[in-house]
């Protein structure tokens, strides 16, 4: 079943589907990373947006410019 992107609440933008490519692909492109590193970052530490932004601000630190 896909996401209906009509039915949208605040709850929606917490969180990034690791099985939506769409928010995988928006992520990934977000923080320059690859989709498989944004799935396994979904996989390590969850969901949770907020988490994965300073996780993923980490990874970007630690490969440099």
Same mark, same amino acid.
């Given at each position: 079943?896909?996401?209906?992107?009509?039915?949208?609440?605040?709850? #929606?933008?917490?969180?990034?589907? $690791?099985?939506?490519?769409?928010?995988? !692909?928006?992520? +990934?492109? /977000?923080?320059?990373?690859?989709?498989?590193?944004?799935? #396994?970052?979904?996989?390590?530490? $969850?969901?949770?947006?907020?988490?994965? !932004?300073?996780? +993923?601000? /980490?990874?970007?630190?630690?490969?440099?410019?």
């Amino acid at each position: 079943m896909t996401d209906n992107k009509t039915q949208q609440d605040g709850r #929606d933008r917490t969180k990034v589907s $690791g099985s939506e490519d769409y928010e995988v !692909e928006y992520f +990934a492109e /977000k923080y320059g990373l690859l989709p498989v590193q944004v799935k #396994d970052l979904i996989a390590r530490f $969850g969901n949770n947006r907020a988490v994965l !932004e300073k996780e +993923a601000a /980490k990874l970007q630190s630690d490969v440099g410019p």
